[in-house]
């Protein structure tokens, strides 16, 4: 393990440097993280900070058990009326014609790149479409929503467990938003639960996404989303609605910009 | 590495090795340090008012800012400062065509006209952008990494990634936000941004054009977060100038979504976001 070595191959990405990096900060007490005695599973916070790119080629959210979703009799109805309206013409989808925000969970379905930001109390996630952003703090308590108001992005606070960042998400702008662009609904008991850790030593990124909304699913459900990173490319922070986007072909050739 | 054995390792070595791991960052060697002192610059702030620049006018010259945005701070109570002091920039420094466009906003924001401006259209802010000290009492949030330096803006819900210890690209382009690298001399964080568009503003009703080159120095001062910025654009201004803003910590800033106000004079637009060609130009 040395990782002067590997200057002259800046692309080298794997355990071994992540558990390197993990001793070195032990060590100096870096600002940047702080982690335990390096372990199998234990949070790396440094792993996440990057580009990644969706590896799905869908934008809806399904259940990873491979079960319908579970829908309540007015849930259905309600997606049912989304789905057509948004075909028809009757329902615009706001994200798309008035450049509001995705919201969450839909950001984390966006074909465009998103970057994660590692700060010593934070977990920033930026998302090149409609330049969204979420602080997520690393905290234990949810804002007082007295003061903290809905939002598109939804208030996430962080834990870590294990190697596993669990993110939990509550007081949604839930009438402006859907969970996806297929048009599923949310109500303001919208609650998400996401479970997020690095795959293959960091090369890919797993959100499992758990949705609990009991005005719309007869219970909780889990999404999968898998994300690669990609060091070849840069986030671009200027998204105009109207303006030309990146062309997504070249993104998924692995081709840069 | 040689030094893992031993107790000090320097700092420079593991920020290096981070960049490695999270960033594969090709320039590894070129990360700086960020030493505690440094570290306070990660947070969120606010602008306070401090001095003006030279050349600025009058104080209490011209109406509040508010950027005619219904609700926008500023506008209710008329609390805000004009919109010489909010820039703190020297207006009279500009060239015969950016006096011209500044003087017909000037005029038609003294006229209670509604402005097309990109700010108020809810398109990103330009450098010093949103939050500067005396204007709206918007917030931003400041992130150190290793490799990149992220800005963070309530107003227009923006962000600017400063690259550190990286060159411009040979052909910047021309972007909303143009292209920002960073290093660190010392405790003082230095920002160089170049490539902006030739359609933003500097600040409401202040010109720019493509030429603008800005540096940024931030460092802590006390409490409180400087940030000197050299502004040196040869198509709009007749000499370069600098202003120093001064920020104070601040609780973290909501999610302020322009776009759910985005009309003109109170007519939601139909596309919802207008197109660059449907801006005045700031240059000829």
């Known amino acids: 393990m040395n990782p002067i070595s590997s200057l002259s191959k800046p692309q080298v990405r794997g355990r071994s440097l992540t558990l390197c990096v993990a001793i070195l900060l032990t060590t100096a007490g870096s600002a940047f993280a702080q982690t335990s005695p390096v372990k199998p599973g234990v949070a790396d916070p440094a792993a996440f900070s990057g580009v990644w790119v969706t590896t799905s080629q869908s934008m809806a959210l399904v259940p990873a058990d491979g079960k319908p979703l579970p829908f309540t009799t007015s849930g259905k109805a309600l997606y049912q009326g989304n789905v057509s309206g948004l075909k028809n013409g009757k329902i615009t989808d706001d994200a798309v014609h008035l450049c509001l925000p995705e919201g969450m969970p839909r950001a984390m379905t966006s074909p465009y790149p998103m970057q994660i930001i590692s700060t010593p109390d934070q977990f920033t996630f930026f998302h090149e479409s409609n330049r969204a952003f979420r602080m997520v703090r690393l905290a234990d308590k949810h804002a007082d929503t007295d003061v903290w108001d809905p939002s598109y992005m939804g208030e996430g606070i962080a834990k870590w467990q294990g190697d596993t960042l669990v993110i939990d998400s509550t007081n949604f702008k839930s009438d402006r938003i859907y969970l996806d662009a297929t048009g599923l609904p949310a109500s303001d008991q919208l609650h998400l639960v996401e479970r997020i850790r690095t795959l293959d030593g960091g090369a890919r990124l797993e959100d499992r996404i758990t949705i609990e909304d009991p005005a719309v699913f007869s219970r909780a459900w889990t999404a999968v989303r898998v994300f690669e990173r990609r060091n070849d490319i840069q986030v671009k922070t200027d998204w105009v609605c109207g303006e030309k986007h990146r062309d997504l072909t070249a993104l998924k050739t692995g081709a840069s910009k | ?284």
Not at chain 2, 55 to 82: E, F, H, K, L
Not at chain 2, 162 to 171: E, R, T
Request: net charge negative.
């Open chain 2, 1 to 284: 590495m040689i030094a893992l054995g031993k107790t000090s390792i320097s700092t420079k070595a593991i920020l290096i090795s981070i960049a490695i791991a999270t960033g594969g960052l090709s320039t590894a060697a070129t990360a700086e340090p960020v030493s505690k002192s440094q570290l306070a610059l990660n947070g969120y702030w606010r602008g306070v008012v401090t001095q003006r620049g030279p050349g600025a006018g009058p104080p209490g010259a011209g109406p509040p800012q508010g950027g005619g945005r219904p609700g926008g701070p500023g506008v209710p109570d008329g609390r805000g400062p004009p919109v010489d002091t909010f820039s703190g920039i020297a207006a009279p420094l500009l060239k015969p065509e950016g006096a011209a466009f500044r003087n017909k906003y000037r005029a038609a924001e003294a006229a209670g006209e509604q402005q097309r401006t990109p700010n108020n259209l809810c398109l990103p802010s330009a450098v010093p952008g949103t939050g500067v000290p005396g204007g709206p009492a918007y917030g931003i949030e400041i992130l150190l990494e290793a490799n990149q330096v992220t800005f963070l803006y309530e107003e227009n819900r923006t962000a600017r990634f400063v690259y550190m210890g990286k060159d411009h690209p040979a052909d910047p382009g021309k972007t909303w936000l143009g292209h920002s690298v960073g290093h660190w001399e010392g405790e003082t964080l230095v920002i160089d941004t170049l490539g902006f568009n030739d359609v933003n503003l500097l600040t409401e009703g202040m010109p720019m054009s493509h030429q603008m080159h800005v540096v940024q120095r931030l460092r802590m001062v006390g409490d409180h977060l400087e940030d000197k910025a050299t502004f040196d654009d040869p198509g709009m201004f007749t000499a370069p100038f600098t202003v120093t803003y001064l920020f104070e910590r601040s609780a973290p800033f909501q999610e302020y979504i322009c776009a759910e106000n985005n009309n003109e004079g109170g007519v939601p637009t139909a596309s919802g976001q207008p197109t660059p060609s449907e801006l005045p130009r700031t240059t000829k």
